[in-house]
């Protein structure tokens, strides 16, 4: 069954985005552990282990330069979402450190992607 049937136009664009951002931070050295991770009612786009630190990783996309830019979707209230999304991982997998919370914002132009890394503390 193809998974990718009835998905939206803006669907479509988010797993791209997702699947260049998994790659890149790959290519970066990280490892990826899950993706697309639910805990709870909420999710968690890539989990990550960068070297030795847990790293929970939201990636925002947005096409052909439509505004507003991918990172500014990453408001208070998606912070506080990711906060306890990763909260709630690490309880499930009894890990007892707190995680990063880094975001990537991906813009997919017509000449490419341009993709922006925000590391979290």
């Known amino acids: 069954m193809n998974r990718e049937v009835g ?5 479509h664009v988010g797993n791209l985005g997702e699947k260049m951002a998994a ?21 968690i ?18 096409r052909d330069g439509h505004c507003p830019l ?26 007892k450190t707190i995680p990063r919370l880094d975001v990537v914002a991906v813009s997919l132009l017509p000449h490419g992607a341009q993709m922006m890394y925000f590391q979290g503390k």
């Open 7 to 11: 998905k939206t136009i803006a669907q």
């Open 23 to 43: 790659e890149w931070l790959w290519l970066k050295g990280f490892d990826i552990v899950e993706q697309n991770c639910r805990v709870g009612r909420y999710e």
């Open 45 to 62: 786009d890539l989990v990550c282990k960068d070297q030795s630190e847990w790293v929970m990783v939201e990636v925002k996309t947005r």
């Open 70 to 95: 991918p990172e500014s979707a990453v408001d208070h209230k998606k912070r506080i979402s990711l906060q306890k999304a990763a909260q709630g991982y690490m309880k499930q997998k009894g890990v």
